[in-house]
C-alpha cells in the first residue's frame, strides 16, 4: 500500500514475485487525477506487456476498499 514503483530494487523484487509465483496476484490502484491508464507505463515496468495476473484499477485506493466486498471468513473466525 502506497507504493509508486519509484525503487528500482524493490521494482525488480516484485517482477521477479510475478514472474516465479503462479498464484500471486498484484493489484494497482493507479491514480494521478485523470481518467485514463498509461498501460505503456506499467508494461515498462513489468519488461512485457500486463497480463492475468495484474489488475490496474483507475480511481482512489479509498474508491476500492469502499467497493471492496468484506472477507466474512475473518468474521466468523471471530465468533467462535
Known amino acids: 500500500i502506497g507504493f509508486g514503483f519509484k525503487d528500482a ?3 525488480s523484487i516484485i517482477c521477479k514475485a510475478i514472474k516465479q509465483n503462479p498464484s500471486m496476484r498484484l493489484v494497482i490502484m493507479d491514480y494521478d487525477g485523470n481518467d485514463s491508464i498509461d498501460i505503456n507505463k506499467y508494461n515498462e515496468l513489468f519488461g512485457q506487456p500486463i ?3 495484474i ?3 483507475n480511481g482512489k485506493f479509498s474508491d ?3 467497493n471492496y466486498p468484506v472477507n466474512t471468513t475473518y468474521l466468523q473466525n471471530e465468533k467462535l
Open 55 to 57: 489488475t490496474i484499477i
Open 9 to 11: 530494487h524493490i521494482n
Open 64 to 66: 476500492f476498499v469502499n
Open 51 to 53: 497480463n492475468h495476473k
